[in-house]
């Protein structure tokens, strides 16, 4: 099994140097990915409350200092080697598909084919609103926007035409170093959301693999079999998986959310206490593990977000046994 870390994004101490010596560490230490989440403001008086929820839920403080995604990305990608570096994920409807499709191609060759294009709906209403995108459309001008953005990156000339996105036909090399199964260029795309039946068909259809926000093990698998069996139907084979959980060194920083909704999503403790739960992962059959630190718990400093890659760097043997 794969494991990776989220990257110092969140928080005035996530900085040059945080940056530098978390995605420098986390490599030597043997993770295998690095990421990063997408927001661009949190409103003062936000319609709905954090991740869709009631306004009563409020944005996790560290949320209202947030690094841009693809340019963190494409600075750990020149201070790296090894490591894949993911979006998990970046809100499509932020976005244009030819212009993502160029940025991303750009990250992915001058990392050396590393990419993992993690894709999503999102949950503020307040940034659709900005965009000046319906957020009652987000799930079809989802589907459209990642066919226009597949559509991209295959050989020139392009074309390209939707219900919400059109390409005209036109050249939009170079291309991405990665290739999909049918040896086409491509990025691959680990797809978010998944929670009704439109949801599942357009990762059935589009994605390379699934990556839903903070589902315990058992809950990633169940979902698995059935977008597996929808993959089918579109003659494609099976789709990878990613668990994306909530991690924090000590109990009193995730306390309060560890009720309802955030609970199963939530580690704490100990490297030791944390390990149960990645074997746990291993044993249902998850593949990759992302671990999003400094999240509900501010990270103090520059060298705090440092000292996290040496906290959960027992992980990677049991990970990897």
Known sequence: MKIGLCLPQLNPHADR??????????????????????????????????????????????????????????????????????TSILVTAYYRPLLLAKRLTTLDILSGGRVIAGLGLGWSKDEYDHMDTPFTQRGARMTD??????????????????????????????????RNAAGEPQIE????????????????????????????PEMVMQGMAGLNALAAEYGRGPLKNYMRIFANPTMPGIEPWHGGFFGPMSWSGTAADMIPKVEEAKEAGIEHVIIETGFWEPCPS?????????????LVEVAHD
């Not at 230490?29 to 869709?52: E, I, K, R």
């Not at 200092?65 to 600075?75: G, K, R, V």
């Not at 959301?193 to 926000?213: K, V």
């Open 189 to 216: 795309i680990a797809m978010g959301g998944g929670g009704n039946p439109q949801g599942q068909r357009r990762i059935a259809e589009l994605a390379d693999a699934w990556n839903p926000a903070g589902a315990p």
């Open 145 to 178: 926007f990642v066919r226009a953005l597949k559509a991209c990156w295959l050989p020139d000339p392009v074309e390209y035409h939707g219900e919400f996105f059109d390409v005209p036909k036109c050249d939009t090399s170079p291309k991405p170093v990665q």
């Open 17 to 86: 140097s945080a940056v530098l010596g978390f995605s420098r560490n986390a490599e030597a230490a043997g993770f295998d990915s690095l990421w990063v989440q997408d927001h661009f403001m949190v409103p003062d008086d936000p319609q709905v409350g954090y991740a869709g929820g009631p306004t009563e839920v409020k944005m996790p403080d560290p949320y209202r200092c947030m690094l841009s995604p693809i340019e963190l990305l494409a600075f750990v990608a020149a201070a790296t080697e090894r490591v894949q570096i993911g």
């Open 302 to 314: 520059p060298q705090n977000w440092i000292d996290q890659v040496d906290f959960f760097a027992p």
